[in-house]
Structures are given as C-alpha cells and as structure tokens.
C-alpha cells in the first residue's frame, strides 16, 4: 500500500504538470513589413505558422532599395494567438531566416533582405495598439 507521502507527492505532480499544460504561448503578429535593400527586385517567400498550423504563405515581389523597396502585410496578416513562427525565404537564391514567438506579447516585424541575407528585426509589446 502507497503510503501517504508518496500518494500527496503523486497527485502534486500530476496537478502541477496539467497548470504547465494549460500555460500556452499566446503570441501575436501586430504587423509585418517586407524590405529590400538590395539592388535587385526580389520574391520574398514569407509563411506564418500557428501552434504549427500554416495560417499565412504568400510571395511578395518587393523592389529594390532605389525603386522604394517595402511591402506592409498588416492587413493581410491573419489574427491568431499561439506560439508563431515565421519563415522568409528568397525565391531562386538559398537565403531564408525563421523567427519563433512564444511568449504574450504583440510584435511588429521587418523583414530585411540586404543582398545576401535576410534579417528578421522585431519588437515586441504586451498591447498590440501600441503599434498602431
């Protein structure tokens, strides 16, 4: 027979553990925003994932840095919270960059391509109004 200690412990841990399975990422994408600034046009590959589900997979013809090279995705963006992951690649080239978010914050993301890398710059905040 379990004595008591052991069956308190037990029940302990299984509660604890089923809080840490509640606990989940709740991440969101306030906006995103596409820049080349290198000398050539570009297609900029660019997936969202939630909780490991495709919520958004578009390419993005983005101009060079002397033809105004940016393409704003805020509105285009699904709104789902979750652990997020999003990943750029160029197309014809073997560039890519994939950022994870998995945290309770709102971000903002630029996206840069710089000829021969592409760079996720992101800052993230608790509300996502603050960036709008």
């Known amino acids: 027979m379990p004595s008591r200690r052991s069956v308190l412990t037990t029940a302990t841990l299984v509660a ?4 840490s399975a509640l606990s989940t990422a709740s991440s969101r994408l306030a906006g995103v925003r ?7 046009t570009r297609e900029f590959e660019f997936t969202v994932t939630v909780d490991d589900e495709t919520v958004y997979e578009e390419t993005h013809t983005v101009r060079a840095a002397e033809d105004g090279a940016t393409v704003e995705l805020d509105d285009a963006l699904p709104d789902r919270q ?3 992951t999003i990943k750029t690649a160029i197309d014809g080239t073997d ?3 994939e950022t994870t978010f998995d945290d309770d914050n709102c971000y903002d993301v630029i996206v840069e391509h710089t000829g021969d890398n592409v760079v996720h710059w992101q800052s993230g ?8």
Not at 125 to 132: A, E
């Open 34 to 40: 596409l820049t080349n600034t290198g000398s050539a």
């Open 125 to 132: 905040h608790s509300d996502c109004d603050t960036f709008h």
């Open 16 to 19: 604890l553990s089923g809080c």
């Open 82 to 84: 979750g652990t997020i």
């Open 95 to 97: 560039i890519s960059q």
